[in-house]
């Protein structure tokens, strides 16, 4: 299938453990954030958002952590799975924007 | 859940050809929008648009234009196809409300211009 991100940074996991995938935003106004994920050869999948009045925010495996002070949102996967591996972007935008500004994203390989 | 669709996943078409690409969402959503994604470079917003026969220009609209007369159906037009158009070509769609933005994208379209 037809490479992603060639220059991705990456991340390898064994399966089994926890993941994490950092992502720096850039504008201090945003206050909506969002984690995809892409599969090789797909569109962009939705895995879970915050709003920025939130730190924190858990879904099934996933949890997302907001950290307004830094400009920074994570990524948690429990108990990372083969079927985890894929290229996961954080997306960032502002009530009445509209347009997300999406990061370059983290290519994450899980071994089993 | 809300549907994207792209109608073709792979093309492959000729310098100087007229291109379309079609998207279609099926949960009324006021907002879609067309974007490339290359290796090293991420995605990229050509062309949104907020309600029917509305458009607005996004980050790189040069070579191409669009079109939507109807509400869930968004084209991306390359009036003269090039090389340097060949890419991974995303669609999506959103709404907002208080508390939900809703963007939701679809499968891609993968087009070579030879």
């Known amino acids: 299938g037809e490479s992603v991100g060639l220059h991705l940074p990456t991340l390898s996991v064994q399966e089994g453990d926890n993941s994490i995938i950092n992502c720096a935003y850039s504008n201090s106004a945003s206050d909506y954030f969002i984690w995809y994920k892409q599969e090789s050869g797909k569109g962009p999948q939705f895995i879970i958002d915050i709003r920025s009045n939130m730190d924190k925010r858990q879904g099934q495996r996933v949890t997302v952590l907001l950290n307004k002070t830094v400009k920074h949102l994570s990524l948690q996967i429990a108990a990372t799975q083969p079927g985890d591996s894929a290229v996961y972007f954080c997306a960032e935008t502002y009530t009445g924007f509209q347009k997300l500004v999406f990061g370059t994203g983290t290519r994450l390989l899980v071994s089993p | 859940d809300v549907k994207v669709t792209q109608s073709s996943r792979y093309l492959v078409k000729r310098t100087g050809e007229k291109v379309f690409l079609e998207c279609v969402q099926d949960?009324?959503?006021?907002?879609m929008f067309w974007y490339r994604q290359d290796p090293g470079l991420g995605l990229r917003l050509i062309y949104f648009?907020?309600?029917?026969?509305?458009?607005e220009k996004g980050d790189i609209p040069e070579g191409y234009s669009v079109s939507r007369e109807k509400k869930e159906r968004f084209s991306l037009i390359l009036e003269s196809a090039s090389t340097n158009q060949t890419s991974m070509y995303l669609c999506a769609s959103s709404f907002s409300s208080g508390t939900e933005t809703g963007y939701t994208f679809g499968s891609g379209t993968r087009l070579t211009v030879v």
């Open positions: 949960m009324d959503h006021e907002n």
């Open positions: 648009s907020y309600d029917v026969k509305m458009k």
